[in-house]
């Protein structure tokens, strides 16, 4: 023993004192599903980097949000694989292409039981896959993404999504759409801001699972992963512009950076637990390296433990079941 022999932090270690002693809890509410839906499938299409994750077909995604809203999630996020794409993503507009299709399948079968977010970004329906449109010299063009923006945001609300995930990283993005929105009649409908989104290796499952044309990376719109501050200007900037959530991307690799945004937050944090962190969890697991459900609830808990009030992770429909099932 130390020179106090009164101080014992283990009494609260104690089988009857762990529960009530805990900082953080996890709940069902926090949690939301990201989900792929795949033009033209007639069933559910495996994604091999991704074990247990699927490309929906219309009919799979509607039972799939019926089991998340009886989980009692926070919400589903949906993404869309479209069979045809273009340089402009124009199938990210069309009210009959394959993300707004979804958006009202799932709100005419979950309604607000769930909230209902789609991704607002034009990399799934771009030919080149890029997240924003390109000018006459192939860079990745700000303001005419914007447009494109605007007009992916309308049809989406119009679709019925609640709240819109802004995840392309053009600047002014928020406040963009914020204004085609309020124009339009939408000012009911929420924006996530992928405030601090960092050109990551860890989405490399993902670029699988939406069929990615993308050739080079997005080093010049996504954030360096050597920086901290920036993902805390980032954050500021798009609560500024009127973000009712700001999100950090990838969360396990920058804890750091969702602690700082979540210190100086006036809106929700959120973190995506992404493609890559699922991934690797998945392999250690199958190799019986480390104890999957011990590991996955440790990976989303600190997550939530560094300042994210609900989590985006491929697990949340099995988290929810667990966490039912701990009680
Ligand atoms: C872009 C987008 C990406 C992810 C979500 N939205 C990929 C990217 O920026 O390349 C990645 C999510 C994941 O890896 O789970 N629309």
């Given at each position: 023993m130390t020179g106090f022999p009164h101080v014992r932090p283990r009494r609260l270690r104690t089988p009857a004192m762990r529960r009530v002693a805990a900082e953080h809890h996890l709940a069902p509410s926090q949690l939301v599903l990201p989900l792929f839906v795949r033009e033209g499938a007639t069933e559910p299409v495996p994604i091999s980097s991704m074990p247990g994750q699927v490309q929906h077909s219309r009919s799979s995604l509607r039972e799939i949000v019926a089991r998340a809203a009886d989980a009692g999630l926070g919400g589903v996020m949906l993404f869309g694989v479209p069979s045809t794409r273009d340089a402009t993503g124009s199938g990210a507009c069309d009210p009959a292409g394959v993300l707004n299709q979804a958006i009202g399948d799932v709100v005419d079968v979950v309604g607000d039981r769930l909230a209902v977010m789609a991704d607002l970004c034009l990399d799934e329906f771009t030919d080149h896959g890029h997240c924003g449109v390109l000018d006459d010299r192939g860079r990745?063009?700000?303001?005419?993404?914007?447009?494109?923006?605007?007009?992916?945001?309308?049809?989406?609300?119009?679709?019925?999504?609640?709240?819109?995930?802004?995840?392309?990283?053009?600047?002014?993005?928020?406040?963009?759409?914020?204004?085609?929105?309020?124009?339009?009649?939408?000012?009911?409908?929420?924006?996530?801001?992928?405030?601090?989104?960092?050109?990551?290796?860890?989405?490399?499952?993902?670029?699988?699972?939406?069929?990615?044309?993308?050739?080079?990376?997005?080093?010049?719109?996504?954030?360096?992963p050597a920086n901290r501050r920036e993902g805390v200007r980032e954050a500021r900037l798009?609560?500024?512009?009127?973000?009712?959530?700001?999100?950090?991307?990838?969360?396990?690799?920058?804890?750091?950076?969702?602690?700082?945004?979540?210190?100086?937050?006036?809106?929700?944090?959120?973190?995506?637990?992404?493609?890559?962190?699922?991934?690797?969890?998945?392999?250690?697991?199958?190799?019986?390296?480390?104890?999957?459900?011990?590991?996955?609830?440790?990976?989303?808990?600190?997550?939530?433990?560094?300042?994210?009030?609900?989590?985006?992770?491929?697990?949340?429909?099995?988290?929810?079941?667990?966490?039912?099932?701990?009680?």
């Open positions: 990745v063009d700000n303001d005419a993404s914007l447009a494109q923006y605007r007009a992916m945001a309308l049809a989406q609300a119009d679709a019925g999504a609640h709240l819109l995930g802004l995840s392309g990283m053009m600047d002014g993005q928020v406040a963009a759409v914020r204004d085609a929105l309020d124009g339009a009649g939408h000012q009911g409908v929420a924006l996530l801001a992928y405030a601090a989104k960092y050109a990551s290796a860890f989405y490399g499952p993902f670029r699988e699972a939406v069929e990615s044309t993308l050739v080079g990376d997005r080093r010049t719109y996504q954030l360096d798009d609560v500024a512009e009127g973000a009712d959530v700001v999100m950090v991307k990838p969360a396990m690799s920058y804890l750091d950076v969702l602690s700082d945004v979540a210190a100086g937050s006036e809106v929700p944090v959120w973190a995506y637990q992404v493609s890559g962190e699922y991934a690797m969890v998945e392999a250690a697991a199958a190799n019986g390296w480390v104890d999957r459900r011990r590991t996955i609830q440790e990976s989303v808990l600190g997550i939530r433990r560094a300042g994210a009030d609900a989590v985006l992770t491929y697990w949340a429909l099995e988290l929810a079941g667990w966490l039912r099932e701990d009680y």
